[in-house]
């Protein structure tokens, strides 16, 4: 068993344990540690190994606004260059020390007497904090379909986000089970290696076309050298994908007629590869776009239409030693089962436990809903922040972006915690309560509470995923730190009282 005592514990490497990393740094946080459960940072991006994973946000908008990477090589760069730019970060703000690897946190404990979290591993070795950034991400998850007979399989089966690179496909018989934003990339990717491919598809989603495109050159060297020009561009993407928010969040004559170009590009580009209407007709969704994720591709359609290719519509009944029964009476025959099945979303604050003050579990706290203010702290559970957290997701802009939010109004909090003598600090319950039903109120008009089923929606129907309102305007609320929204405690920060 191992131990050791910080100013701040970051839980996570990804996007957000590392930019967690650098705003301590920048706050002059000297002592604290970046808990990474993994071997290397990088977070979804580098679980996420799957051929043809790529970013649906363009980098230089899905990146962080003072790491500007004038090299992305397209405008949706693949994996491992994405997975590459957060090692870079790592180095440049000298983060690998910070990073204590292989820790994987089981349980976040409030210690009263002690004004500190004690962070426990599944190994059981503890850290003290006086405060903790849960950045765990909300795709950390894999979600995997408990399908009678699935563990008969004689094949490989593996999940999207744990993919067997030792599995090689060549000549193989292959299902992938979904049609989310992972299936979209890794059907093309794979499609002319295998033998036989089927698809099976539960729910047909809705697809725009990808605008993606090589960065010449010269355009890299002239953001190298005018890194405005590569400001302006970010901006320019911003506000592209901001202005797709108003099919989601609106009702009037723009949403109506976002949502028809929406369903007309996507019928465009199943025509352009099924023109038997029929078939066509299975790939049309039946949901308001948006409402799950609205994905991007310029080759799902044309894979599915390749000859070695089948869209299995009927439902998947059972699993035997050699494939998959569909509700249909078909038995499809496999050598590999992919499951891009997506990720337990909506299961928060799983698979950690938070035990706040008087021991209360932050799983039974939300039980109902997950209730925070602005999806960064939560009543009951002084010095923890959450960065993605609950009420936070994105249909339509980059959560790098909204990271970087919440890092604002964290590191003014430390600020003023270290500034003031405050030793800590715990949402006021009302403020939380509030916050939540204006939440709840607000998403009930939006695209993700029109009747589908999504990874936006938990068990009891509650939209608590998703912002239900633009970026900037979560930018303009959630960036200041707000003394008045929260009970204090005086003392200094970071000096842990040692246990009675
Ligand atoms: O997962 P998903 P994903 N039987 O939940 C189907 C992010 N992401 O990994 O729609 C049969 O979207 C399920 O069917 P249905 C992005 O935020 C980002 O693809 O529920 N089918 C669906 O088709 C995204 O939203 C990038 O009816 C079952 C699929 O599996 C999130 O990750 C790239 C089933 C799951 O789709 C998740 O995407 C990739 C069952 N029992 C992912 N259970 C970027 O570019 C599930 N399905 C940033």
Same mark, same amino acid.
Request: aromatic fraction near 12%; glycine fraction near 8%.
């Given at each position: 068993?191992?131990?050791?005592?910080?100013?701040?514990?970051?839980?996570?490497?990804?996007?957000?344990?590392l930019?967690?990393?650098?705003?301590?740094i920048?706050?002059?946080?000297?002592?604290?540690?970046?808990?990474?459960?993994?071997?290397?940072?990088?977070?979804?991006?580098?679980?996420?190994?799957?051929?043809?994973?790529?970013?649906?946000?363009?980098?230089?908008?899905?990146?962080?606004?003072?790491?500007?990477?004038?090299?992305?090589?397209?405008?949706?760069?693949?994996?491992?260059?994405?997975?590459?730019?957060?090692?870079?970060?790592?180095?440049?703000?000298?983060?690998?020390?910070?990073?204590?690897?292989?820790?994987?946190?089981?349980?976040?404990?409030?210690?009263?007497e002690?004004?500190?979290?004690?962070?426990?591993?599944?190994?059981?070795?503890?850290?003290?904090?006086?405060?903790?950034?849960?950045?765990?991400?909300?795709?950390?998850?894999?979600?995997?379909?408990?399908?009678?007979?699935?563990?008969?399989?004689?094949?490989?089966?593996?999940?999207?986000?744990?993919?067997?690179?030792?599995?090689?496909?060549?000549?193989k018989?292959?299902?992938v089970?979904?049609?989310?934003?992972?299936?979209?990339?890794?059907?093309?990717?794979?499609?002319?290696?295998?033998?036989?491919?089927?698809?099976f598809?539960?729910?047909?989603?809705?697809?725009?076309?990808?605008?993606d495109?090589?960065?010449?050159?010269?355009?890299?060297y002239?953001?190298?050298?005018l890194?405005?020009?590569q400001?302006l561009?970010?901006?320019?993407?911003?506000?592209?994908?901001?202005?797709?928010?108003?099919?989601?969040?609106?009702?009037?004559?723009?949403?109506?007629?976002?949502?028809?170009?929406?369903?007309?590009?996507?019928?465009?580009?199943?025509?352009?590869?099924?023109?038997?209407?029929?078939?066509?007709?299975?790939?049309?969704?039946?949901?308001?776009?948006?409402?799950?994720?609205?994905?991007?591709?310029?080759?799902?359609?044309s894979?599915?239409?390749?000859?070695?290719?089948?869209?299995?519509?009927?439902?998947?009944?059972?699993?035997?030693?050699?494939?998959?029964?569909?509700?249909?009476?078909?038995? *499809?025959?496999? $050598?590999?089962?992919v499951l891009?099945? &997506?990720?337990? !979303?909506?299961? =928060? /604050?799983?698979?950690?436990t938070f035990?706040?003050?008087?021991?209360?579990?932050?799983?039974? *706290?939300?039980? $109902?809903?997950?209730?925070?203010?602005? &999806?960064?702290? !939560?009543?009951? =559970? /002084?010095?923890?922040?959450?960065?993605?957290?609950?009420g936070?997701?994105?249909?339509?802009?980059?959560?790098?972006?909204?990271?970087?939010?919440?890092?604002?109004?964290?590191?003014?909090?430390?600020?003023?915690m270290?500034?003031?003598?405050?030793?800590?600090?715990?949402?006021?319950?009302?403020?939380?309560?509030?916050?939540?039903?204006e939440?709840?109120?607000?998403?009930?008009?939006?695209?993700?509470?029109?009747?589908?089923?999504?990874?936006?929606?938990?068990?009891?129907?509650?939209?608590?995923?998703?912002w239900?309102?633009?970026?900037?305007?979560?930018?303009?609320?959630?960036?200041?730190?707000?003394?008045?929204r929260?009970?204090?405690?005086?003392?200094?920060f970071?000096?842990?009282?040692?246990?009675r």
């Amino acid at each position: 068993m191992d131990s050791g005592v910080v100013e701040l514990a970051i839980i996570g490497s990804g996007f957000g344990g590392l930019g967690a990393g650098v705003m301590a740094i920048e706050q002059g946080i000297d002592s604290f540690v970046i808990l990474e459960r993994a071997k290397a940072v990088g977070g979804t991006w580098r679980d996420n190994t799957y051929p043809g994973c790529a970013c649906d946000i363009p980098s230089h908008l899905y990146s962080f606004s003072f790491a500007q990477n004038s090299e992305w090589s397209r405008s949706y760069p693949a994996q491992p260059e994405i997975e590459e730019y957060l090692e870079r970060v790592t180095d440049n703000y000298r983060l690998h020390s910070r990073v204590r690897f292989g820790f994987d946190v089981a349980e976040v404990r409030w210690l009263q007497e002690q004004t500190c979290w004690s962070i426990t591993s599944h190994e059981g070795d503890i850290v003290l904090a006086s405060a903790v950034i849960s950045a765990t991400g909300p795709l950390s998850q894999p979600a995997t379909p408990d399908f009678p007979g699935l563990s008969d399989f004689a094949g490989e089966v593996f999940h999207s986000a744990n993919w067997r690179h030792d599995v090689s496909l060549d000549g193989k018989k292959v299902g992938v089970v979904g049609t989310g934003a992972s299936a979209i990339q890794l059907v093309p990717a794979i499609a002319d290696d295998v033998e036989h491919l089927d698809v099976f598809q539960r729910t047909p989603p809705w697809v725009l076309p990808r605008d993606d495109r090589p960065a010449p050159l010269w355009r890299r060297y002239l953001y190298q050298w005018l890194p405005f020009l590569q400001r302006l561009h970010r901006w320019r993407i911003y506000a592209r994908q901001e202005f797709l928010s108003l099919a989601f969040l609106g009702k009037g004559k723009i949403a109506n007629a976002m949502t028809e170009r929406i369903k007309q590009e996507t019928k465009t580009l199943i025509d352009a590869s099924f023109p038997d209407p029929e078939i066509a007709a299975a790939l049309v969704p039946t949901f308001k776009p948006g409402c799950k994720r609205l994905l991007i591709s310029n080759d799902w359609y044309s894979a599915l239409a390749k000859p070695n290719v089948d869209v299995v519509t009927a439902s998947i009944e059972r699993v035997d030693a050699t494939g998959i029964t569909t509700s249909d009476d078909r038995h *499809h025959e496999l $050598d590999v089962l992919v499951l891009a099945t &997506g990720f337990a !979303v909506t299961d =928060f /604050p799983s698979p950690l436990t938070f035990i706040g003050r008087n021991g209360v579990n932050l799983a039974e *706290h939300w039980e $109902d809903g997950a209730s925070t203010d602005f &999806g960064i702290t !939560v009543s009951g =559970f /002084p010095n923890l922040w959450f960065l993605a957290g609950p009420g936070t997701g994105l249909g339509h802009n980059s959560i790098v972006f909204m990271i970087e939010v919440q890092l604002q109004q964290i590191g003014r909090a430390l600020r003023y915690m270290r500034s003031e003598s405050v030793a800590s600090i715990e949402l006021r319950q009302e403020v939380e309560d509030a916050s939540y039903a204006e939440l709840q109120r607000r998403v009930a008009t939006t695209v993700w509470a029109s009747g589908c089923s999504s990874w936006y929606i938990r068990e009891n129907g509650r939209v608590d995923t998703i912002w239900p309102g633009t970026t900037t305007e979560y930018w303009w609320r959630a960036r200041r730190f707000a003394p008045n929204r929260y009970l204090m405690t005086a003392g200094r920060f970071g000096q842990i009282t040692p246990s009675r």
